[in-house]
């Protein structure tokens, strides 16, 4: 199984890096040499959730997944391929007995000593909520379950934060944050207080490398205050931008009572990005130069020569691309929509692409049939190359049409609220 193992990592990592634009990794990202350790993560984005971890994690993980994931032909086949642990929820099966995951935990706890790592997202379930759901006590409980079976060295546990930009979107971008690493051995107590004080520490440690919000629009203010920041400071990344909105976050919650002065800086920040949607812009485009960039000449060159095969695969893509989001569009969880979309387009692009070659070599006569049959199968990377600067496009041409008194305006009220953000740091001595 190992083989195959590391070919279907490499085969999912390519496979996440087509879905996601950026990747990032930052922190204490563990060694391929790794043994016996336990990760832990917040579950925001379905089944993508486990399959970034393992496929950007250098040593190799085998995720804990909830017994309905085995009842997937294809899904049973990858989770045994990759030693995943089968976990009974009692909501998936109210006949559950007392005392039933105990067998679970005997085979974690000799996984870990035998050298296994393991991943698991202590939320239980994945959600849609601004910040971390209550923790269930699976992780602690399978340590401490290792720790009573004495191995030779305790067992460590890390936190892995997943931060998304548009986790519902294809070509998004994505951040993984590693954690510091803990050791069982940091914690002399066994039992009840094991569990509580471990369950306690990876909280934590999740909620220190997340940014999070009490509400959906508390955390949105969040986000554009640290966006804007992140980009004054001429660090358009996610990992900055995360950075940065911890500070705003610890800074909000010091702001609780002063209702007055959060209210201020929202209704500036809300006002900039109601003219910013209004104009089809975003605010790295008026940050640092305050002036909305243009595209190099190379770019514009490699661009145009590759707009042919691009507008091909747009046009030859179209059917299983309109397929995909009809069916995305039937999911009413946002967690779930990226999962949806990444198993149906690795099932519906390779069977069209299949198809258009087995039309290409069909019909057309040769040597035309072998070039048509390249073109099938390359254009789509060409539309992927165009769709990511589609976006940088349209906003040099939006730019270009709104004159310069209304890019003027859009900068005044930028240049307000990054004055009412002052103010607010400020009253709180930063």
């Known amino acids: 199984m190992g083989a195959i193992r590391s ?43 486990p399959i970034l971890v393992i496929t950007t994690a250098p040593c190799d993980v085998s995720p804990v997944a909830k017994s309905t994931l085995w009842k997937v032909p294809v899904l049973k086949w990858l989770l045994d391929v990759v030693e995943a642990v089968q976990i009974v929820r009692r909501r998936d099966d109210p006949s559950k007995q007392g005392g039933s995951d105990d067998v679970v935990f005997d085979r974690v706890a000799k996984w870990l000593q035998g050298g296994g790592n393991l991943l698991i997202f202590p939320e239980g ?11 269930k006590t699976g992780a602690a409980r399978m340590l401490l379950r290792a720790c009573e079976a004495g191995p030779p060295d305790p067992v460590t546990f890390q936190s892995v934060a997943l931060e998304f930009d548009a986790r519902e979107k294809f070509r998004s971008r994505v951040l993984l ?10 914690f002399p107590q066994r039992g009840a207080e094991f569990i509580a004080a471990v369950t ?29 920041l992140a980009h004054d400071a001429g660090d358009p990344t996610l990992a900055g931008w995360n950075a940065i909105g911890r500070q705003v976050e610890a800074a909000r919650k010091m702001l609780a009572a002063d209702t007055t002065t959060v209210d201020t800086v929202r209704a500036a920040v809300d006002a900039y990005h109601e003219r910013l949607a209004a104009l089809g812009l975003t605010d790295a485009e008026l940050a640092a130069s305050l002036a909305p960039r243009t595209m190099g000449i190379f770019r514009k060159l490699y661009l145009s020569l590759t707009l042919p095969f691009a507008a091909t695969g747009i046009l030859a893509y179209s059917p299983p691309y309109w397929l995909t989001n009809l069916i995305a569009a039937r999911v009413t969880s946002p967690d779930e929509t990226s999962t949806i979309k990444l198993g149906a387009g690795l099932v519906l692009y390779p069977l069209w692409a299949a198809l258009l070659i087995a039309i290409s070599l069909w019909l057309a006569p040769r040597p035309h049939d072998f070039v048509l049959a390249a073109l099938a199968l390359l254009s789509p990377f060409a539309a992927v190359t165009w769709l990511d600067a589609s976006p940088e496009l349209r906003r040099s041409l939006r730019a270009m049409w709104q004159g310069r008194a209304r890019l003027e305006e859009t900068r005044a009220l930028r240049k307000e609220a990054m004055i009412r953000i002052g103010e607010a740091q400020s009253r709180l001595g930063l």
């Open 177 to 186: 944050i590693y954690g510091p690493v803990r050791s069982t051995a940091a």
């Open 125 to 135: 379930s994945s959600h849609n909520e601004p910040h971390l759901i209550e923790l």
């Open 7 to 49: 070919a279907l990592r490499w085969l999912f990592r390519r496979v996440v890096g087509v879905y996601f634009r950026e990747i990032e990794v930052l922190g204490e990202a563990p060694a391929a040499n790794v043994r016996g350790r336990v990760f832990v993560s917040n579950h925001v984005n379905a089944i993508i959730d």
């Open 200 to 228: 306690a520490k990876i909280k934590d440690d999740l909620s220190e490398l997340l940014v999070e919000g009490a509400t959906w629009d508390e955390r949105l203010l969040i986000a554009r205050v640290a966006e804007m």
